[in-house]
């Protein structure tokens, strides 16, 4: 049976040092999935590659981008700009590919709004206490900006209840298998099954 399934745009948002690209590696390794990358104007981390992790832009060329319609959304988080290209993401999902858009509460909203049956996951940690030590066992950043994060982070998490499926990051593996089974289920609604449908319908009476 190979007729094309539509695709499926799933939105992960979670709090900073909350796990997600870990999550996502791990998913990335066991299923076919499409990560979009996104551009910022936030400095590279160390170990961060342009063009893989982000693309890191200036803010001219960001808003040159935003002023050609190529950024599907964005937003600006801790004083930084942060936006998903277009093109890649729409080519996916034509081809009946599983897309994943790691991004905020913000643009989530914005993505739901544009893509009604885009599926979207909140990844929460077991406690604030753990977040904070993740935050700073990363040690990437500054005093300042791990307390800018957190508080960030708990206004997020009152955003939680809007996604569609709420994922506890306490044992990765668990994570993972949550999210795999959230996907699998996904693809299989019927709403998505359409092509194939007609397809199994169309050899049945020929
Ligand atoms: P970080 O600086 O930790 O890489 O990302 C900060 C936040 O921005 C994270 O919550 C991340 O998911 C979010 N983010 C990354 N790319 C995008 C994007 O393209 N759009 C939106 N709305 N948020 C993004």
New binding site residues.
């Given amino acids: 049976m190979s007729g094309k399934k539509q695709g499926l745009l799933l939105v992960l948002?979670?709090p900073?040092g909350c796990g997600?690209d870990t999550v996502l590696t791990e998913i990335s390794a066991q299923m076919p999935i499409k990560r979009s990358v996104?551009?910022?104007t936030?400095a590279a981390r160390p170990g961060e590659r342009d063009g893989v992790d982000?693309y890191f832009a200036d803010e001219a060329y960001f808003l040159k981008m935003l002023k050609e319609d190529k950024i599907l959304?964005?937003?600006n988080?801790?004083g930084?700009y942060?936006?998903?290209p277009r093109t890649a993401v729409d080519e996916w999902l034509k081809n009946g590919e599983t897309v994943v858009?790691?991004?905020?509460v913000?643009?989530?909203g914005n993505v739901r709004r544009l893509y009604p049956d885009s599926v979207s996951i909140f990844l929460v940690p077991p406690s604030m206490q753990i977040l904070e030590a993740r935050l700073r066992r990363r040690s990437s950043e500054s005093e300042e900006e791990i307390q800018s994060r957190l508080t960030i982070a708990r206004s997020e998490m009152q955003n939680a209840p809007q996604y569609d499926y709420i994922v506890v990051n306490d044992r990765l593996e668990d994570a993972v298998e949550d999210v795999r089974a959230i996907i699998r289920a996904e693809k299989h609604k019927s709403s998505r099954c359409g092509n194939q449908l007609s397809e199994v319908l169309h050899y049945a009476e020929s």
């Fill in positions: 948002s979670a900073s997600k996104s551009m910022t936030r982000y959304e964005y937003t988080y801790n930084h942060y936006g998903t858009l790691k991004i905020e913000e643009g989530a």
